[in-house]
């Protein structure tokens, strides 16, 4: 069973920047396609951002532009640079195969306030 770590959020004021990170253990990571996903409150968990085994990529139109999918399959690592952050991105973010198929991470949580 894989599992999921995932770090790097925090408090950002609009239009400021963040770094999300996903640790996965398991030897399956790198013929997996990986997302990141993320759950406002009181909202179902969306798919922001996906990955192909082969770097593949496609993202949600709310964070087109500004958010960039990729991952390291030497560190069984993906990565979410979040660029130009909106309030409206806030959520709790976490990574999961694409589809989901392994149990869900903590996830790590993005506040944008000023």
């Known amino acids: 069973q894989v599992q999921l770590v995932e770090s790097g959020g925090g408090l950002v004021q609009p239009g400021g920047s963040l770094r999300l990170s996903c640790a996965a253990s398991?030897?399956?990571?790198?013929?997996?396609?990986m997302g990141w996903y993320r759950q406002a409150p009181g909202k179902q968990r969306e798919l922001v951002a996906a990955?192909?085994?082969?770097?593949?990529?496609n993202y949600a139109d709310s964070v087109k532009g500004r958010f960039t999918i990729s991952r390291d399959n030497a560190k069984n690592t993906v990565y979410l640079p979040m660029n130009s952050l909106k309030p409206e991105d806030t959520a709790v973010y976490y990574c999961?195969?694409?589809?989901?198929?392994?149990?869900w991470g903590q996830g790590t949580q993005v506040t944008v306030s000023s």
């Open positions: 999961n195969g694409r589809p989901p198929k392994w149990a």
């Open positions: 990955i192909t085994n082969t770097d593949s990529t």
């Open positions: 398991g030897s399956i990571f790198s013929i997996n396609a």
